[in-house]
């Protein structure tokens, strides 16, 4: 609903399984969509454990809702514990107001889900010509790793590690000019 709040999922002593299960034998993925923006994020709270079940993971995704802060956000919590590989991420990378963030989950625990959010790397390329603002409907001069084959689709911002240049940088495209204050 692109706001962002809290969910509770409260079960009572009855409640015999497990609080959330994720994953499936086959077929897609199941998928949990969280709001993430304004130094804020949805959060899902669990009364039970969280599990997994079958061989297919569940996936969460994130919709950027205003300007990303870089840094860490609880997002699920399970007092009972999460599973091992209870998710994944249908993404690590997010773009928000022409700006690109890597995501990852690396700084969970046994109890919470932790997304952290850092500005991306970007590498230089100059196959659109040589300034470093140019972004032609999400074609830029700046790709998402070295080898420099996935543009990156935003511009690198004063956060952002940039690298001279990825290994398919365009001949002659090394002399730039910044467009930009940054």
Request: without cysteine; glycine residues 14%; negative net charge.
């Amino acid at each position: 609903d692109n706001t962002i709040g809290t969910f509770n999922l409260q079960q009572g002593a009855n409640f015999a399984t497990a609080g959330l299960v994720t994953g499936v034998a086959a077929g897609p993925a199941p998928t949990l969509t969280f709001v993430v923006g304004n130094g804020m994020i949805d959060v899902l709270n669990v009364t039970k454990d969280v599990t997994t079940s079958g061989t297919v993971k569940g996936q969460i995704n994130f919709i950027g809702l205003g300007a990303l802060m870089t840094g860490n956000y609880t997002f699920i919590t399970a007092a009972s514990g999460l599973g091992a590989t209870a998710f994944t991420l249908g993404t690590t990378s997010l773009t928000v107001g022409g700006t690109r963030y890597n995501l990852s989950l690396a700084n969970s625990t046994p109890t919470a889900e932790i997304l952290t959010i850092a500005f991306a790397d970007s590498f230089w390329t100059g196959d659109q010509d040589k300034i470093w603002t140019t972004n032609n409907a999400g074609n830029t001069n700046w790709a998402t790793t070295q080898p420099g084959t996935t543009d990156s689709g935003a511009i690198p911002n004063a956060g952002s590690d940039v690298t001279f240049s990825a290994d398919n940088v365009t001949s002659g495209s090394q002399n730039t000019t910044l467009g930009a204050d940054f």
